[in-house]
């Protein structure tokens, strides 16, 4: 499946707009129902594939961490044979303790950057989806509001006593 950028979507949300029928004396706009429809219906389809990008990025960053906490079991596990090994002598033992610490702390610390720079990114990019799907949001409102006013008025209109439909008026 191909995925559709939002944006793409709501800039032709936007040019449909632009391109529609004003309506004489009103801020009114007609606009072709069928691909106003036709829009809304890839937003459907694409916001859903937003989300599971965003489930990908949690999941890559979750693929890291583990990662990392392996890494640093790995490293505490060599440490600690390296500890087993140089038991025997004491200034061997004093300095074998001060290196397995050394390399736990680092450890440790790698694992911490890791874990909050694959967090970070991952806030990131699910603020920046976020943000996305919110203007999507207004924007998709904004068209709704004006498809409903523009049909109130035109049906307002039709209804109105003396007001009979001319085909000389027809859009």
Not at 67 to 86: G, M, T
Not at 112 to 117: A, C, E, K, L
């Amino acid at each position: 499946m191909v995925a559709i950028d939002i944006l793409y979507l709501v800039d032709r949300l936007e040019a449909l707009l632009v391109k529609g029928w004003r309506f004489p004396g009103t801020a009114k706009t007609f606009i072709d129902e069928d691909e106003f429809l036709d829009i809304v219906d890839q937003m459907r389809i694409a916001i859903p594939e937003e989300i599971k990008q965003a489930k990908k990025i949690v999941q890559e960053r979750d693929r890291i961490v583990a990662q990392a906490q392996e890494e640093a079991q790995r490293i505490n596990s060599l440490a600690k044979e390296d500890h087993a090994r140089l038991v025997n002598e004491h200034t061997i033992t004093k300095a074998a303790e001060n290196r397995a610490s050394e390399i736990e702390n680092q450890a440790q610390s790698a694992a911490v950057q890791i874990r909050q720079g694959a967090d970070l990114y991952a806030v990131q990019t699910l603020q920046d989806l976020q943000a996305k799907l919110d203007l999507l949001a207004q924007q998709v409102a904004g068209l709704q509001t004006q498809v409903y006013n523009g049909l109130n008025v035109l049906v307002s209109q039709n209804n109105a006593p003396g007001n009979t439909p001319n085909e000389d008026d027809a859009p």
